[in-house]
């Protein structure tokens, strides 16, 4: 198939590749099983996935003839985070469907491209500059004269990869703080609440839309998600279309997440809601999918690779969900024990600072507002 | 710890193996994966079980060496079906902690003992007589005087090892149909309907209840399980009550199910419900658990084998189980696309008659009666 297009449904018993051994990989290889597909991670190092995938592989994303054995023996691939080299999502691509498709990554590897790619579509994002040496950065400081954000264009995650910065700042230092990397400087906006979409689209198109959850990160990582968000039925139907709109002019397949900063009612309708940015994956503010929604995100995405129809994205319950980082996981006694609450190891040994050791999810009857 | 008991719950990274390899292996896998723990499956084939286990042994359960290598890697051993021979039992609890324990398999896997362990603790069952010949079943039949079911001592699920007998029938026939297997008569009762008790006994004895289900079969193979039960409370109340004497009386760690037939409001308070039988085990009747409970049967299951508290038992929606036999499985495409249905397939590649391929579980408003 190299078209990377499944004709049928892929029967169960059917292998899913997936990229990446950390909790995302291993959340999606719980849902593959609950359908009776089988899962091969393949990673160049092991991880939680590979305590609960039927085939693992141990290899790097640049080792051509394991990717092609992979390939192989599976029947789709997908991966649980975006920085999946392109060469290697284009290698596997010849050989079998990989999805989301490449144009995805592409988009999402990079902030410059992802910012110019939103702006091409009319959607809000902060006011930005690329900077490419501190005196580009300086130059973009003056331009956008305002607190702004510098961001590496490439590898940022949870926080990593940026540093703030003001009119008057040491920009020499900011930008020896992100290693002197090509990067992106942003306006810091002032935001009355932060919120994703989940979207999840089939592969002849169909779109599917979990309720939009609102976020709270701490130091740069996420640390909580809650729906229902209390936000205007207006706006939360505008982020979906948000995500509905990046989904479909990336053709894209599986699920989608889409950051937005929420700047409040005061602000024009068409400006309310700011991309962030995309997250071409399953995503830590869709966890709480598992415990309150019949068909969680991880089975969906699943689905879609599949080609399989998509599953219902109504929840049951309001629900809250917290990460559990580092040293917060040794806690499992006592979460264990709270009525209740659902709660989700990943199995990782060592609980290092800031570390995604797990999380929990707290339910209460669907129309409640629980923040 | 040749005492059977844990000191400690047993702390996430930890290693739970698991005797048998069928469906029940496989969500109980997946259980224990949800809490950071990992599985280890033990039998003598491969099955749907190892598709999501950190490892696995395929060996027999008459194999000491094999039974105390399995012993070494693994914290606690708990079992999927009733019929792990007791020596095996024996010589695993004399390495490491087995749950639930001995006398619960012992009691099971003989529906004589099961029957007089019943009868000594006040719990009605129905009107049976143990028959060891042909001559012995006439004799039985005689003093039943009414319809009746044949049953083989051991080894008998699925309504297999069953033959329906009545004053009158051909005695010898029936015999040779049981294979001339040391059998129990006993009288075939006309009840309203089927339920089972679910309860969850932590190794401190701390004791949970799911709701009871109502369970229908067809050609003796559970077909569907539905809560909320449209019983009398002081019914439900009882049930839970019989399953609590069952489980205290067997010093029982883990899920235990047990099946009851309810003879209806006309009966005597005392005597509305019979017990038919008992799995020392996740039970298919409480499959609904996954979707429908904070946490599962097969998580409370985990919990109590790992020594750790048990989660609630609550419900947060109505549920509907239905079993996917044989070719029923083959609908999964149309499953699929129904809205807020849950769908579980075990990844089994044959469909043969009969066998359970997956379920499907219907969620709805907590309070909604849905037969």
Redesign the interface.
């Given at each position: 198939m190299p078209d990377g297009r499944l004709r049928a449904?892929l029967a169960?018993?059917s292998t899913i590749g997936i990229l990446g051994s950390g909790q995302l990989g291993?959340m999606l290889?719980?849902a593959a099983?609950?359908?009776?597909?089988?899962?091969h991670i393949y990673c160049e190092h092991s991880g939680p996935a590979?305590?609960?995938a039927?085939h693992t592989s141990k290899a790097g994303f640049e080792d051509k003839a394991a990717l092609s054995a992979f390939a192989k023996v599976v029947d789709a691939v997908t991966y649980e985070f975006e920085n999946v080299p392109l060469r290697t999502a284009g290698h596997l691509a010849a050989l079998v469907p990989v999805r989301p498709g490449a144009k995805a990554l592409e988009v999402a590897q990079d902030r410059l491209a992802e910012k110019t790619f939103l702006t091409g579509l009319g959607i809000p994002v902060a006011p930005f500059r690329p900077a490419a040496s501190d005196a580009e950065v300086r130059q973009a400081l003056a331009q956008i004269g305002a607190a702004a954000i510098l961001k590496t264009r490439r590898f940022g995650y949870d926080g990593k990869g940026q540093v703030g910065l003001a009119p008057g700042d040491d920009v020499a230092a900011a930008w020896a703080a992100i290693n002197a990397n090509p990067a992106v400087l942003e306006q810091r906006l002032a935001f009355v609440a932060e919120l994703s979409a989940l979207v999840v689209r089939a592969a002849d198109g169909t779109l599917a839309f979990y309720d939009c959850p609102v976020n709270v990160h701490k130091n740069g990582i996420l640390h909580r998600s809650s729906v229902p968000a209390a936000l205007p039925a207006e706006d939360l139907a505008h982020a979906r279309q948000i995500g509905a709109a990046i989904a479909d002019a990336l053709d894209y397949v599986g699920v989608l997440a889409v950051e937005m900063f929420y700047l409040g009612p005061d602000a024009a309708a068409a400006e309310r809601l700011i991309v962030n940015e995309i997250a071409p994956r399953v995503h830590n503010s869709g966890h709480w999918t598992i415990?309150a929604c019949?068909?969680s995100q991880f089975e969906n995405h699943i689905?879609a690779v599949a080609n399989?129809?998509l599953?219902?994205t109504?929840r049951?319950?309001a629900a809250e969900m917290t990460n559990l980082l580092g040293t917060a996981?040794l806690e499992?006694?006592t979460l264990?024990?709270e009525?209740?609450?659902?709660?989700?190891?990943?199995?990782?040994?060592e609980a290092r600072e800031g570390r995604k050791m797990?999380h929990v999810t707290r339910?209460a009857s669907k129309a409640s507002w629980m923040l």
């Open positions: 449904p169960p018993g291993r290889a719980m099983a609950r359908l009776g597909l089988k899962t590979f305590d609960v039927t415990d019949s068909v689905r399989w129809p599953g219902s109504e049951h319950s996981a499992w006694q264990a024990r009525p209740g609450l659902c709660l989700h190891l990943y199995g990782k040994r797990g339910l």
